[in-house]
DNA sequence: CACGATTTGTACCTCCAGTTACATCCTTGC
DNA sequence: GCAAGGATGTAACTGGAGGTACAAATCGTG
């Protein structure tokens, strides 16, 4: 495996699509090579080829979620900027679960939750993952306080935590409900919440 | 399989309770018959004689759940008469995470992220489960609202739900990170929400 | 105690997940 | 245009998941 061919990256790419897709849809755990070689029309030997084993494949969609999130082509987008920017990035969450008539929850969390005691490698990558998103929240929040229009009180990190758990329950109930309603609802008081902490910028003039 | 005795009941609780806890730990999927089986002392004749199938024991172990949550058996409480209480049911759940070094999500939750699109029975069990944990806080707001200590601007089932979720999000998001800052952190911030809406009761002077 | 029903033990079976081995076909850099 | 090694096809293997069959044991009730 010296250079990887174009060829070589194209199947590689399929596999980690179809393995992406399929771990979404129903875990890593109900995921067999089987299905994957047929979602992404190739055979064993290519499977085993550009990937040590499932644990491997595993880590490597994590990993190019990570990379997806951090260059900006992932599903969703995590470049916020503004307030209504930080709505529309909870709203997708709601609109990507719809897409799939409410069956799925979060492509994270999923994976996430069948983490147990002994996987302490996909443990990490999901914290890492986990991390960056909250980064690029904390960044929004932390930008927002230099400009003064965030309250006192809080923490940027804890209120990027708060959107990242707050998006993870509610995909879960809305997923379980089958009900998109639920979604919206906790979406709301989320975002209700949040409001809180915002601060319009005063009037240019006192600059304190 | 006309009358269930004395022995035989014992035996379906122990492998209901080996069940849960292993479903608990692992999830569904990555149990298997056998190490239930190990668990629970029992052999895979009492396991097939007592359930129809791994699905089928999934069922009963969710009744056996839904059930002890009704009658105030659970690892839980859910009996909340107070705001103290309401606390105490947020802290719990980080209890029982710390229990086991946060190396565990919440047991429903656990089981509901496995759900997929062909689970029917088993989502419909879930649904009923979180129903009742739902109606269980509903209830305490409704009470509130009728004594007066709620504010306006939310209604009893949308607060339930919004608990249910943030415990959600944020045992996910402890588990992932083994953390229990993480959790902690989470449930303050539910905590400071809901505190928005209460309200002291008045002096009792003027009626209305 | 006898009898039928319930409970348990033992053995077996099928299927497929996950993986390896090896041969063959392609690519591509020189 | 030809080696070197990357990419793919085919076959096979192991282990265990999930489940069935049936006989033996045990219970509990008249």
Request: aromatic letters at 8%.
């Amino acid at each position: 495996m010296r250079t990887p061919s174009m060829k070589g990256k194209a199947t590689r790419r399929r596999i980690i699509d179809a393995a992406a897709d399929l771990f979404h849809k129903q875990g890593v755990q109900a995921t067999s090579p089987q299905q994957i070689m047929e979602t992404s029309q190739t055979g064993k030997s290519q499977l085993y080829h550009h990937f040590r084993s499932k644990g491997g494949l595993v880590h490597e969609v994590l990993q190019h979620h990570i990379q997806s999130i951090r260059e900006g082509s992932a599903a969703i987008d995590y470049e916020i900027t503004s307030w209504s920017d930080l709505q529309r990035w909870f709203r997708a969450h709601a609109g990507l679960q719809e897409k799939y008539r409410m069956t799925r929850g979060c492509p994270f969390g999923t994976i996430g939750n069948e983490v147990t005691e002994n996987d302490e490698l996909i443990r990490r990558d999901l914290e890492l993952l986990f991390e960056v998103v909250r980064n690029k929240l904390a960044g929004f929040f932390l930008r927002e306080r230099t400009r003064g229009r965030l309250g006192p009180g809080a923490n940027e990190a804890a209120l990027a935590d708060f959107c990242i758990s707050s998006i993870q329950g509610a995909m879960l109930l809305g997923k379980i409900r089958r009900d998109r309603g639920t979604v919206d609802l906790a979406i709301d008081q989320a975002l209700n919440y949040l409001a809180g902490f915002r601060r319009s910028v005063p009037r240019r003039r006192g600059s304190a």
